[in-house]
């Protein structure tokens, strides 16, 4: 044991001391009417020393911890499916039955999972978006948020003050978030990487802090509420018409209220917007376009000497990601019926790259997955909810060292040749 | 008679106060191979950057087929014929071969969104076209086995034939090659003497080659210009600068 591993484990053992305990060791407290410090409590104090010690024996013997990180068989996740000939025949039938399945699930399941896929196909929706800009062009942008919040508060604000529908905003809403990514892209053609990662997050931050002070036009922070549920070719789902004359989904089936219809129905957009999505993204990462937006990211300088004008091609991937999310943010303000800038903070946008970067970088399967895992784990994980950021940290560093190239990282397409 | 297809006079390039290239004066006509030899940090690549368009000259002229192109874009330059490869091989590494052919392709291809993602016919007959024209050049430099490789994987030497085969496909008029012999053995590099006689006599391209290999230069360049120190020290067949007495000081100060 060399002494530079024992320097290490003491220094990060101290470290580990310190900050637990700041925040868990010592707790403001009332204590009636002053404000008193209170220590933990012995059962607490076990839980630190006990961290503490794992952290300084993970120190010491990192060697050894490393291999066995290694030794862990990696999930091969290209092994578990079909070869590449019956895959190519499964494939259609297989997306069918992905798809059939999807529509008849909810009807089955509670209210609260319906819900809860709803959710997830939202941070789909944005995880592809933001992965055209990210995993694809490689331009890292940390605000992506703000291309979500546009959205949103596009379809509120036209929705509150124009009383215009769900269906006609979702293509001005996708339409105005695209400007906002067209808009940002021409400051930051000439950035690249941490220049970029901070004029993003600035971005992020400015459309936030607009939408928190422009108080007259968006309520500031208290946002907006009673926004308009999406109708079905005018059919509401609400117990009774808001407009007069307007029938009620219920009513028009003869079928009694409930209010599960309303989940399901939003459920059902979801999948419809994210099979739109994930169809669109896919020809175009097979598109000359996103081609091009890969050959950014692998060698700028070798773009620009075959012809490519690479700021087309940048404006275009920041302008088709920040569509997208502006698409989930219009669905999103209209399955809330409440927004506000509270929804649009940057831990979004952190969530959203975790995505893309745990999904596999530039791949669609992967990202779904990841962004299953990231909504549905919370959600499992409810009686941490205290340790929840913790134990989201903890799934980063422990995925980046188990598996740094992402879950299922992308595959190159395979091209057929004519044999000459 | 064949006709002047590149003319560069009086080029230079300042970086603040240091002048990498002082007044270099160039002409290629079609269908010839021409050299440019010097000592290292002549300013040779600093040539091939004013040309190309990476850098703008602070002084001086290019005309390609009559035409001034000294200040336009770099991506402008290369739309018009004039297309190169780096001294430090730049591929397209995560991207397979075949991708790579392609993307060089981008601006036959790119022709509007909706056509691709409809996938009209017009758009299939132009990505068959593109796909057989990079078949046809992967054979050309002998990698089309190796299509759906990704390029980053490549040998060293098939990487260099790889970004000369990207370059072919934009269908160029002319082609700077920026050292290609650089790091290969002595058969492959009697392989790309072969490739670029070829695309001289078969291909009718003309070529602008950057090299240190003394017996690749001397033996397929229709004329050699030497630099030293961002000035033009002569200019010649390969027999008049083997007998240039100042080529040779140039040449052994440096060692
Ligand atoms: N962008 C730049 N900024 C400042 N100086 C530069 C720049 N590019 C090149 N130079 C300088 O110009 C001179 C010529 O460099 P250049 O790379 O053109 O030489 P070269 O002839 O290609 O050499 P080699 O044979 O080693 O490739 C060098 O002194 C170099 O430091
Ligand atoms: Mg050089």
Not at chain 2, 71 to 92: A, E, M, P
Request: aromatic share 10%.
């Amino acid at each position: 044991m060399n002494s530079s591993k024992l320097y290490n484990a003491v220094f990060a053992a101290g470290i580990s001391f310190i900050l637990a305990c700041l925040m868990i060791g010592v707790k403001l407290d009332t204590d009636s009417t002053v404000l008193a410090v209170k220590g933990a409590t012995a059962e607490q104090w076990a839980w630190i020393i006990g961290g503490i010690a794992v952290v300084f024996l993970s120190q010491l013997f990192s060697t050894q911890v490393d291999a066995l990180f290694r030794a862990i068989p990696k999930p091969d996740i290209q092994a578990l499916l079909p070869q590449q000939q019956k895959f190519a025949t499964l494939k259609p039938w297989l997306i069918a039955a992905i798809i059939v399945v999807m529509m008849i699930w909810p009807f089955m399941v509670s209210r609260g999972s319906v819900d809860l896929a709803t959710l997830t196909l939202i941070y789909i929706m944005l995880g592809l978006g933001l992965n055209i800009v990210v995993g694809l062009a490689g331009l890292l942008d940390l605000g992506f948020v703000a291309f979500y919040a546009v959205g949103a508060y596009t379809y509120a604000l036209l929705s509150q003050y124009f009383g215009m529908s769900f269906w006609a905003c979702l293509p001005i809403s996708a339409g105005l978030a695209a400007t906002f990514g067209f808009l940002l892209g021409f400051p930051v053609l000439r950035l690249r990487g941490d220049y970029l990662a901070i004029v993003t997050l600035g971005f992020g931050e400015i459309i936030r802090i607009l939408l928190n002070n422009w108080t007259s036009l968006t309520g500031g922070p208290n946002g907006i509420s009673g926004i308009a549920k999406p109708t079905l070719f005018g059919l509401e789902f609400n117990r009774r018409a808001k407009e007069e004359g307007a029938m009620t989904f219920h009513e028009y089936f003869d079928m009694d209220y409930s209010s599960s219809y309303k989940v399901i129905f939003l459920y059902l957009i979801a999948v419809l917007l994210v099979i739109c999505v994930i169809y669109l993204i896919n020809r175009l990462m097979r598109m000359p376009i996103g081609r091009a937006w890969e050959a950014l990211r692998e060698d700028e300088i070798a773009c620009r000497s075959l012809g490519l004008n690479r700021t087309a091609i940048k404006l275009s991937a920041f302008t088709l990601g920040a569509s997208t999310a502006g698409f989930a943010g219009c669905f999103f303000a209209a399955r809330q019926g409440f927004i506000s800038p509270e929804s649009f903070i940057f831990i979004e946008s952190a969530i959203i790259l975790a995505i893309v970067v745990l999904g596999g970088m530039g791949s669609q399967m992967g990202i779904i997955f990841a962004a299953i895992i990231m909504t549905i784990l919370p959600e499992l994980a409810r009686e941490f909810s205290e340790y929840r950021m913790l134990l989201f940290g903890l799934l980063m560093v422990v995925m980046m060292r188990w598996r740094p190239q992402g879950l299922v990282p992308m595959k190159r397409p395979n091209l057929e040749l004519k044999q000459q | 008679m064949s006709q002047l297809l590149l003319d560069v006079n009086g080029l230079t390039m300042r970086f603040g106060g240091l002048v990498a290239v002082n007044g270099v004066n160039l002409k290629v006509k079609n269908r010839q191979i021409v050299s440019v030899i010097g000592p290292n940090g002549a300013g040779k690549t600093t040539v091939f950057n004013c040309l190309s368009g990476f850098y703008i000259p602070t002084e001086g002229s290019v005309m390609l087929k009559n035409e001034q192109i000294a200040g336009l874009k770099d991506y402008q330059i290369s739309r018009k014929g004039l297309v190169r490869t780096f001294q430090h091989v730049r591929l397209f590494q995560k991207m397979t071969v075949i991708e790579n052919m392609l993307v060089a392709q981008h601006r036959h291809l790119n022709t509007n969104l909706f056509s691709g993602l409809l996938k009209t016919p017009n758009y299939r007959r132009l990505e068959k076209d593109a796909m057989e024209h990079a078949a046809h050049w992967l054979k050309e430099v002998g990698l089309l086995e190796y299509a759906n490789r990704e390029a980053g994987n490549l040998a060293y030497g098939q990487q260099r034939r790889l970004e000369i085969a990207r370059c072919m496909v934009t269908q160029p008029e002319l082609l700077m090659l920026d050292e290609p012999a650089a790091g290969l053995n002595p058969n492959e590099t009697k392989e790309l003497d072969e490739l670029i006689i070829k695309l001289r006599d078969e291909h009718e391209i003309s070529i602008l080659l950057i090299e240190h290999d003394m017996s690749l230069v001397m033996g397929i360049s229709d004329h050699i210009y030497v630099i030293a120190q961002g000035t033009p020290l002569a200019n010649g067949t390969a027999e008049q600068i083997k007998g240039n007495p100042d080529v040779i000081k140039a040449y052994l100060g440096e060692e």
